[in-house]
Structures are given as structure tokens and as C-alpha cells.
């Protein structure tokens, strides 16, 4: 197999057949004649030439106790799909504000144990999808491979398909449907899923993506609806001292309200990207690590806080602690 990388570089591979010497494949002869099949290896620099051994596997467990395992620690995938590193970086969005919030703010520590959950199916279906495409592209069969390369040519002359490969949407995205989330929702809702980064403008005319605009702790999010209006004085205090959440609005380009005293926490979603996480309902809540924690409504708002908040900070204020719910799906 062979690949173009960024900065204009190549990427060759082969299989170490039984019976060759690893020692002699390491020879630079050798990687000049993998690449004189392909291109003129007098205009190549060889940057890195090496053995992998790859594997696929997962520890028993992700946590014991007081001891945390994530990224290669946790699961070995072969490097096909490409995220073996972003399964990791994924792991510790997960874990480190769980962590913060049990050592910090007092959480019962049985919130750990969500970061497992949460992660693990979607890690077992990275790794199939590494081994598949390994399975694909390493083929020993001449025939399976003229079969792979007419069916991959053919496929990438249509648009979409070529595009959708491109962005890897072939991947599978990684959604929640147990751990830290609500006792149900629908599998059309937003719940689980990651939010999305829209261009979003300030009341100050600046364009920025909505992360840096509104922080990455909790943050409840009304579609043209105001969160602080839809809470007591009790749900305030649980959104903003409790969960620290911060309290935004969404709206369209060019629907921000222009009244006098209008809010500056309002938001011009550009592209209105993040509309269709809302569905029919006005808010959505997400947590630090971007996932949608819920989509209430203006009625169940005050009470989605009040079942999440001695999940978060029970130690902190006072609250009795809650088991975390699985979903029904």
C-alpha cells in the first residue's frame, strides 16, 4: 500500500512475509525497491523506515480502584483507520473533568465508572474497523486485490462517496447511550452525541467557534430561548454554582435581539450548524468533553439540572448522592 501524507511526503507498507529476515527488510535496498514499483527512488529521501507489530486488544478492565487506564494503556488497535491516537485523546476528554469534579467538587466516585462505559463500545468498534481494513488493504489474494482496487476506483468517481471518504466518514462516530446521561431518550435525539463547533459571532461582531467564545465546562444552550428564564432561583444556582455551567444563547445570523438591555450572551450561529441538535425542543445541555448530556424542554430543564447536579458535586453542596442511570435503547 502506498499513500500520500501531508508536506508533500509518501507513505509505503508491506507485509513482512514468513521467512523473510527482518534485519535484511530494514536494509535501505529494500525500501528503494518498494518505492522504485511506484515512483523514481533517486528523487525520494527516506525518512523513517521500521517494523510494527501490530495488535488488537483491550485490558479486562479501564479501572481498578483508584487506578485509570486510557489511550494505549487501555486498548491496542492496529493503525489502519488511523485512531489508535485519537481513541486516546478521546479517553482523556472523557476521563479528566470526571476527575476533576470527584477530587475537586466532592462527586461521588462512582462517577468514574462512566468513563469506561462510554468509551469502551466505541473503542471495539474502532479496532474492528482497523483489523477489517487491515484485512483489505494487506491482502494476499491477487484476485481480492484487482477486486479492491476496481471496486475502490469506481466507488471514488462518485462525488459523495468520494467526499464521504475523504472526511472518513467511514468511521463510525462515537456515541453515548449509557453512562452519564438521562435515564432515556429517543435514538433521534442529540443525547450522546457530540456537539457540533460552529462559526458563531459575539454581541462584539467577533467571529469565533463556539468553544472558545463559551469556555468547554457544562453549558446549557437555548435555541433562541434564554436558559435563565426557563429556572428558579434554585435552578440558577445549580446550573451556575454547582455545575458552573455557563448560560447561552443560540440564534440564526442576524436574528440576535436588538431591544435595549438585550443580553450579550447571545450567539449567531453563521451557518446555524447547531439547529438540528435542538430537534423540536429549545435547550441542550452539554458537558466538558462536548457531548450532549440532554435536549429538555422548557418544563423538564429545571429538573434534568436537578437529577444531574449530586452526580457532579454532591459532596460539595450538601445534595444526597444519585446512581449514575443507564439509558433504555
Known sequence: MTARLAAGNQRWERLVMPGEDREEMLRPSVARRMI?????????????????????????????GRVMLCGDAAHLMPPNAGQGLNSGIRDVANLTWKLAGVIRDGAPAVLLDSY??????????????AVSLGR????RSHLGAALRDGAFRA????????????????????????????????????????????????????LQRL???????????????????????????LAQDVLRAKLVTLCGPGRRPVETGASRDVLEDMHEVARP?????PFVMIRPDGY?????????????ISELA??????AVGLPQSPLTPAKH
Open 292 to 304: 450532549v448530556y440532554a435536549n429538555p424542554t422548557r418544563q423538564e430543564l429545571e429538573g434534568t
Open 277 to 281: 441538535f435542538f430537534g423540536r425542543r
Open 136 to 139: 483489505l488493504l494487506m491482502t
Open 116 to 129: 469506561e462505559i462510554e468509551r469502551r463500545p466505541h473503542v471495539e468498534k474502532m479496532t474492528t474497523l
Open 310 to 315: 449530586p452526580q457532579i458535586a454532591s459532596a
Open 211 to 237: 468553544d472558545d467564545s463559551t469556555g468547554t465546562g457544562w453549558r446549557i444552550l437555548g435555541w433562541e430561548a434564554d436558559p435563565s428564564t426557563a429556572l428558579s432561583p434554585r435552578g440558577r444556582h
Open 36 to 64: 522504485a514499483e511506484h515512483a523514481d527512488p533517486d528523487t525520494a529521501q527516506i525518512l523513517r523506515q521500521v517494523i510494527y507489530t501490530h495488535a488488537a486488544t483491550q485490558a479486562e478492565h479501564w479501572r481498578v
Open 155 to 206: 466507488l471514488t468517481r462518485i462525488p459523495g462517496i468520494r467526499h464521504a471518504v475523504l472526511q472518513g466518514r467511514y468511521r463510525p462516530p462515537a456515541r453515548y447511550k449509557r453512562g452519564l446521561l438521562p435515564g432515556s431518550f429517543s435514538r433521534r435525539s442529540s443525547v450522546g452525541r457530540l456537539f457540533p463547533q460552529p462559526h458563531v459571532r459575539t454581541f462584539d461582531g467577533e
